[in-house]
T-cell receptor
Framework: ETGVTQSPTHLIKTRGQQVTLRCSSQ?????VSWYQQALGQGPQFIFQ???????GRGNFPPRFSGLQFPNYSSELNVNALELDDSALYLC?????????????FGSGTRLTVV | AQTVTQSQPEMSVQEAETVTLSCTYD???????LFWYKQPPSRQMILVIRQEAYKQQNATENRFSVNFQKAAKSFSLKISDSQLGDAAMYFCAYGPNFGNEKLTFGTGTRLTIIP
């Protein structure tokens, strides 16, 4: 059983640029959630995707967008990068039936905006 | 909105001793999940223990146990026989029992194990 994999592991971008982060969900999981973890803070929910549709969104602006593909993998896109977007971005996959069936995190992508 | 508070930014414990990490939360729901996650330097969030609010019995996983006080909205984690590998950031998290599986995290407690 494969776990959740995220790519790339580290990324440096310039303010104003766009970035795409990728996540492959754990086998058997059909839901992907994205979190932003600023330095010294707990993760904050960005949004969740289920069956290729957004299924809930946190307090993040529209320049944070996502996709989910038929194989349940997902992308997080951030446009017009700001310095405050520097953070660890975590992806978690789960089964739609809820927390009883596991909620597995990847190791994250460290994004630095300069 | 749900909130999770961890009031201990840092804790330390002697190897083989017991340590308790505190967490309080706020919610108007009666059915939900509570979690403790461990985040080592590898960055991956690793589930330590999960508690379902409708279960009165406190969850236990080997050396890890919780003290769940639903009325007080308190959810502490006890680590017994602390080991060097327990050193990490520990996050308390709340999850609803309906809707999307969104977790609300606290700010974390950094646990240091003293050899």
């Amino acid at each position: 059983e494969t776990g959740v994999t995220q790519s790339p592991t580290h990324l440096i971008k310039t303010r104003g640029q766009q970035v795409t982060l990728r996540c492959s969900s754990q086998s058997g999981h059909n839901t992907v959630s994205w979190y932003q973890q600023a330095l010294g803070q707990g993760p904050q929910f960005i949004f969740q995707y289920y069956r290729e549709e957004e299924n809930g969104r946190g307090n993040f602006p529209p320049r944070f967008s996502g996709l989910q593909f038929p194989n349940y993998s997902s992308e997080l896109n951030v446009n017009a990068l700001e310095l405050d977007d520097s953070a660890l971005y975590l992806c978690a996959s789960s089964a739609r039936t809820g927390f009883n069936y596991g909620y597995t995190f990847g190791s994250g992508t460290r994004l630095t905006v300069v | 909105a749900q909130t999770v508070t961890q009031s201990q930014p840092e804790m330390s414990v002697q190897e083989a001793e017991t340590v308790t990490l505190s967490c309080t939360y706020d919610t108007s729901e009666s059915d939900y999940y509570l979690f403790w996650y461990k985040q080592p330097p590898s960055r991956q969030m690793i589930l330590v223990i999960r508690q379902e609010a409708y279960k009165q019995q406190n969850a236990t996983e080997n050396r890890f146990s919780v003290n769940f006080q639903k009325a007080a909205k308190s959810f502490s984690l006890k680590i017994s026989d602390s080991q060097l590998g327990d050193a990490a950031m520990y996050f308390c998290a709340y999850g609803p029992n309906f809707g999307n599986e969104k977790l609300t995290f606290g700010t974390g407690t950094r646990l240091t194990i003293i050899p």
